[in-house]
């Protein structure tokens, strides 16, 4: 599974921002998919997944209430709606995927997307 992530910029805090990654293989569907964010200087930490299916979903607890995880399996993506978005959600964003259940730890996380920069200005 080759992961291409996009749609990050620059945004005041209070706005919306809507990522997507776009998926190759035939594995797709077969896979659950996450989204995580690194910081400068500091640790990859996991933002939200969603099952195979997309009946299930998991946060982290910064993320619950402002970001919704989404996929379309037609159209091999995932995206993570962003709303009230604050400084503090400044980071790149990588989409990640694995085999089986969705999970919050990286290192579960087989395959890597490029990593997209979001920038929230206060």
């Known amino acids: 599974v080759q992961l291409q992530a996009s749609g990050g910029g620059l945004v005041q805090a209070g706005g919306s921002l809507r990522l997507s990654c776009a998926a190759s293989g035939p594995t797709f569907s077969g896979s659950a998919m996450g989204w995580f964010r690194q910081a400068p200087g500091k640790e990859r930490e996991f933002v939200a997944a969603i099952s195979r299916s997309g009946t299930s979903t998991y946060y982290a607890d910064s993320a619950k209430g402002r970001f919704t995880i989404s996929r379309d399996n037609a159209k091999n993506t995932v995206y993570l709606q962003m709303n009230s978005l604050k400084p503090e959600d400044t980071a790149v964003y990588f989409c990640?995927?694995?085999?089986?259940?969705?999970?919050?730890?990286?290192?579960?996380?087989?395959?890597w997307g490029q990593g997209t920069l979001v920038t929230v200005s206060s």
């Open positions: 990640a995927a694995r085999d089986g259940a969705l999970y919050y730890k990286p290192e579960f996380y087989t395959y």
